[in-house]
């Protein structure tokens, strides 16, 4: 290879990328939407990397675990509890933008919280009165239970505020509230507490301080909808086409509940089985895997919206040259950070505390899982976006049960290990499924590689 053509790739690189970025309107949404989602959720990285070492080094392996294990549950019941009305909101928030209906828009923001917010108030209170009821008696578990299951109604409606803005293709501004106010708020708390108290903070202070972040982020939220949305939908009456978006909700419940047991029943069954600081360990473990999602979560949410845009209009070429470039992207960016990660695993626990380092081998083994799985795209989404929920649901569904199964196996025998292969093993079965099943649905092909086909007709189901 000679100099001179050495010194052309640079400018041919960057011709592609102009040729593939700035081709249309949708995509140079996509190309902005994701850098700017990138820029948030680099931001939100380092400040929930700072939080959650600050918070392992003062509450240690076991206090961090009786953490984790309360923010896994909210977690939990925050997914069947917003009944699938964050995808219900991205999906006709994107179409009714799309097409101008104002009035059904703010009649399906409206109707969301509304029932979100009805939804989370009796979870709020059946869950809490469990825990009193038949949780363990230690008094740091209990209250720290209390505390961080109170917040399900404030985190329903941030999701759903969440979901709102995405649908306005306002995907960086969506995350503000979640990626940067939340830990630079607990970090805040957190950290200005440990200066100021003569103790040592306890799990149930850091409880406190946490539900005052999302407090915080909560109002923040609302006041960045109230300023995005557009004029046209504040002066119009709204309409409710509750019989169409209700058709979502059945499926999505059922899907919401299955996909995290499929993303935290690895915790939630070490939670049983396992000792606190085993939680403790792999939750961290886990976080410093899931960097690996950084690209693949900022694609998916600048561009989840455009994919239902152009399904819209019924080009499904286009739908196809849109989805390829989605996932090549993806690849080809975190192509580098999947070996960088794999490197410095040993390095990246330690920072969190001595006693977190012998989890390198499990982060190394949930980095290559989430790195294939993150080669599908938003291949969920696009089935939402779609209206195939409904196979969503049956695969989610089998997946959720081979997860728990693997996971009461393996857990016992291997530990912290056995819980990566559980779910790193269902990850990797849930995205080649539903690769598979949206190929055959609508004949889009969500991989990062070509194929010699032809597309443009949608498929029947």
Not at 96 to 121: D, N, P, Q
Not at 233 to 248: C, D, G, I, R
């Amino acid at each position: 290879m000679t100099v001179e053509l050495i010194l052309k790739l640079p400018h041919h690189a960057w011709s592609q990328v102009k040729q593939a970025f700035f081709r249309t309107e949708k995509t140079r949404i996509l190309l902005w939407g994701s850098i700017g989602s990138l820029v948030v959720r680099a931001i939100g990285m380092g400040l929930r990397m700072l939080a959650g070492i600050l918070l392992a080094r003062i509450l240690g392996a076991t206090g961090y675990g009786i953490y984790a294990y309360a923010v896994t549950w909210l977690g939990f019941l925050t997914i069947p509890t917003i009944m699938g009305l964050d995808q219900v909101l991205l999906r006709f928030v994107a179409a009714y933008k799309e097409t101008r209906g104002w009035s059904a828009l703010k009649g399906v923001v409206k109707f969301s919280i509304l029932l979100g917010l009805a939804a989370a108030g009796v979870t709020t209170l059946f869950s809490i009165s469990f825990v009193s009821l038949f949780s363990d008696s230690n008094w740091d578990f209990q209250a720290t239970m209390w505390i961080t299951l109170a917040l399900l109604p404030i985190v329903v409606l941030g999701q759903l505020r969440q979901s709102a803005l995405r649908g306005l293709n306002h995907p960086m501004v969506a995350q503000i509230p979640e990626n940067i106010v939340y830990p630079g708020l607990l970090l805040l708390f957190a950290f200005g507490a440990s200066l100021t108290m003569k103790s040592p903070l306890t799990v149930i202070q850091i409880a406190v301080a946490n539900a005052a972040a999302w407090v915080g982020s909560f109002l923040t939220g609302t006041f960045l909808l109230a300023r995005r949305m557009p004029y046209p939908v504040s002066a119009s009456e709204p309409s409710y086409q509750k019989t169409e978006w209700l058709k979502m909700v059945p499926p999505l419940i059922f899907i919401g509940g299955a996909y995290h047991l499929l993303s935290r029943g690895d915790l939630l069954v070490l939670g049983i089985v396992g000792t606190s600081r085993e939680v403790g360990v792999y939750s961290i473990v886990s976080r410093g895997a899931e960097l690996m999602l950084f690209i693949y979560d900022a694609i998916t949410l600048a561009g989840a919206s455009l994919f239902s845009s152009i399904y819209v209009t019924g080009d499904y070429k286009e739908l196809q040259r849109f989805t390829t470039l989605a996932t090549k992207t993806i690849l080809w960016i975190s192509l580098p950070i999947f070996f960088i990660l794999i490197g410095i695993a040993p390095w990246f626990l330690g920072l969190f505390g001595a006693e977190f380092v012998e989890g390198y081998g499990v982060m190394r083994l949930l980095t290559t899982t989430y790195f294939i799985g993150s080669l599908s795209g938003f291949v969920i989404t696009m089935l939402y976006m779609t209206g195939h929920q409904r196979d969503v649901a049956i695969v989610m569904g089998v997946m959720a049960i081979v997860n728990l199964a693997l996971s009461f196996l393996l857990i016992p025998w291997l530990g912290i290990t056995g819980a990566a292969i559980a779910s790193g093993t269902t990850l990797i079965l849930l995205k080649g499924t539903l690769v598979i099943v949206l190929y055959k649905r609508v004949g889009i092909i969500s991989l990062p590689f070509s194929f010699k086909r032809a597309c443009g007709t949608q498929q029947s189901g």
